[in-house]
C-alpha cells in the first residue's frame, strides 16, 4: 500500500515565525502536491512538484514556498507565518498524470496566533 | 479555480438507503474522480471514471458521467453508519496541465 506521511498532525505555531511542514512518500511517485483546506472553500492546489528540484506554482502560492530535495520529500515552507494561514494542510502523491488516483497524507492542522 | 461543485452542500439520511451526490463542472475533461474525506482525515480515492465511460461499478458505488450535461452522480446503495464523511469530485483541470481540481464537497450523514 502506498503510504503518504505527514510531519505532524497538530502544529501551533507564532506570528511570524517560519515553518516546515515535511511530507514523504513511499512508493516512488513522480509527482506530490501541497493543498490547504478551509471550510467552506474546499481543497485548494498550493505548490506541486512532477519532479526532484522541479515545482509549480498551484492555485495559491503565495506566502508560501516548497523544496523537493529528494524523490521522496516534499516540503512546504511558510516563511513568514500569519493567522490567515491557520488551515488543514493535506499532501498528496501520484504516480503519474491526471489519470492516476492522488494518495493523501493524513493531514496537519496548523495553527497560527 | 472551480471546476467540480457538488450537490448538495449536505445530506443526512437512515442506514439501509441510498445516497445520491452530484458534481457538475464547466470545461470539457479527461476524467472524473471521487474521493471521501472522514472527518479530520486526509482524502481516500473512490473511484476514476474516463471520459468515454458512462457508468462504473465499484462494491456499494456506483459513479455515473454525462459528458453532454458536463455531471457526474455517485451514489452509494445502501448506506452504513460507516460511511459519514465528506465526498469530494476531482477533475482534471484540462490543457495537459497537471492538477486536479477539486469541488468543495458534500457532507453525508449516515443515521443508525
Known amino acids: 500500500d502506498v503510504k503518504v506521511t505527514q510531519s505532524s498532525r497538530y502544529l501551533v505555531k507564532r506570528t511570524g515565525e517560519k515553518v516546515f511542514l515535511e511530507c514523504v512518500q513511499d512508493?516512488?511517485?513522480?509527482?506530490m502536491f501541497w493543498y490547504r483546506q478551509d471550510p467552506g472553500l474546499g481543497l485548494r492546489l498550493i505548490y506541486f512538484?512532477?519532479?526532484?528540484?522541479?515545482?509549480e506554482k498551484g492555485d495559491i502560492p503565495e506566502g508560501y514556498s516548497v523544496s523537493r530535495e529528494k524523490k521522496e520529500r516534499f516540503s512546504l515552507i511558510l516563511e513568514s507565518a500569519s493567522t490567515n494561514q491557520t488551515s488543514m494542510y493535506l499532501c498528496?502523491?501520484?504516480?503519474?498524470?491526471?489519470?492516476?488516483?492522488?494518495?493523501f497524507g493524513p493531514g496537519t492542522r496548523l495553527t497560527v496566533t | 479555480s472551480q471546476q467540480g461543485e457538488e450537490d448538495p452542500q449536505a445530506l443526512s439520511i437512515q442506514e439501509g438507503e441510498n445516497a445520491t451526490m452530484n458534481c457538475s463542472y464547466k470545461?470539457?475533461?479527461?476524467?472524473l474522480q471521487w474521493y471521501r474525506q472522514n472527518s479530520g482525515r486526509g482524502l481516500v480515492h473512490l473511484i476514476l471514471?474516463?471520459?468515454?465511460?458512462r457508468e462504473k461499478h465499484s462494491g456499494r458505488l456506483r459513479v455515473t458521467l454525462d459528458t453532454s450535461k458536463k455531471s457526474s452522480s455517485l451514489l452509494i446503495t445502501a448506506s452504513r453508519a460507516a460511511d459519514t464523511a465528506s465526498y469530494f469530485c476531482a477533475t482534471d483541470a484540462g490543457g495537459g496541465s497537471e492538477k486536479l481540481v477539486f469541488g468543495k464537497g458534500t457532507k453525508l450523514t449516515v443515521n443508525p
Open positions: 512508493m516512488d511517485h513522480e509527482n
Open positions: 512538484s512532477y519532479d526532484v528540484k522541479m515545482k
Open positions: 471514471i474516463r471520459s468515454n465511460e
Open positions: 470545461t470539457s475533461i479527461n476524467n
Open positions: 498528496a502523491s501520484r504516480e503519474g498524470g491526471p489519470l492516476y488516483e492522488q494518495y
